[in-house]
RNA sequence: GGAGAGGUGGCGGAGUGGUCAAUCGCAACGGUUUCGAAAACCGUGACUCUUUCGGGUCCCGUGGGUUCGAAUCCCACCCUCUCCGCCA
């Protein structure tokens, strides 16, 4: 959400800012307006409340010296309740709609995102690592973990439909530990470690602006609870309603919990293996930041950083990308994807994803903190993904995979997992 | 699921129809003072009208209702806590 002065003031930029992330920009037009309404409509009431009160004023004088309201007095505060009567569902409605549509303006890109429809106007920032050249030709990952018993789809497609999966044996001990030392790091640069709640509430998922954009995205109880995609979610809405102070920024959240998507606009892609699954398990970074770009653009960077760290510490090729306003959510102010290397595919593929959103979510979801200057300003907020299972799993098995189809564990996993090798079993 | 208690400003906690935007305590921030600090004193929400000075409306979980007038009375809903039941 942004504020309404700054939408009085900057129509054309946010008019823009729709277009160029391929929305509708008539709500822009229609929040004006109905804000205008909304205005006219509470003078008007304001002023007959006001009299209102003066004869309650009146009344309350009278009685305190022992003399009886007038029939006058009351006939003329009732008069003034049918009028307001009238009138305060039309201000009910004007607020609400008001309310409404102010959840419906995207955030404005960052004057550094390029401008593109969709994926193809997405820059490659650096490419880091060379993908390995294998003597053999590679085999993907599903392959290789149903041979050493890692990964089993046929039986979970019968049990959870398309795109279910079940990892067994050394899949689940890896997923372990590469989400372990994933929380392990974070834990080491003083991220408060979060279990997450995956079931949450309407309301934030409006808080975090994944409505009314991403409803389609979400799985809906029936309590009308969602799933959540992301743990992100439940993190940037852990301070909802709270005032915090400057000396407690930045707050660093690390979240771990089980993600759901139901992918409806992805029939037909990545239908083999687990690339694209609806329910998958992450390591997420959170943070807030005090009110300034410039300070929460530091660590936009440094949040992509660490998942690049991950990445170097797996020995995994990757590359990074700035992504355009096509590809962005409405609630993103900029937004870098990492691409992990996939042999078998011979392709980069997306593990992580790091964004900013300035005081957009925190507006939404009402987290203030008072400024050292003794203001009240809304914190800025960034999320970035550490490590996405299966997906990243996927990237290590076929980044790992040895000629014999054994696959060995990388050496910063070694320990932890308590082992080196993966190897086929015989069927 | 059953029974009970409760939701008041950043926190604690008064307040049972008009003198309540709300006593009081604590904290944070700003101002005055100071060489600086402490102490002391003053101030601190949202919206809206106004060039300024200043004015108005709203805000006691949420939404309705009663009343000239509601934090206070009535109804519904939401949430929290305690006990019981069920259960990973």
Redesign the pocket.
Known sequence: MLS?QYIRENKAEIIAACKQKNLDPKVVAEVLSV?TLR?QL??E???L??Q??????A??QA??SGQK?TTK??EA??K??DQL?EL?PKL?EAEASFAEKMLEIPNVPAADVPVGADESGNKVVKTIGKPKQFAFTPKPHHELMEQADMLDTRRAVRIGGFRSYFLKNDGVLLEQTLLQYALRKLENLGFTLLSAPVLVNEETMWGTGYLPWGQEDHYLTQDKQFLAGTSEVALTAFHTGE?L?EKDLPIKMAGISPCFRREVGAHGKDTQGIIRVHQFNKVEQVVYTVADENKTREWHEQMTHLSEELLADLELPYQVLLMCTGDMGAGQRKKYDIETWFPAQKKYRETHSASYFNDFQARRLDIKY?A?????KFVYTLNNTMAASPRLLAAIVENYQQKDGSIVIPKVLQAMMGKKLITPVAQ
Do not use: F, H, Y
């Open positions: 309404i804000n205005k509470q003078n009431t304001d002023t409340r006001q209102s009160n003066m004869i309650a004023e009344i309350k009685v305190g309201p007095q009351t505060g009732k003034i309740k009567k305060e009910k005032l102070r008072q050292s200057d003794g203001t009240k």
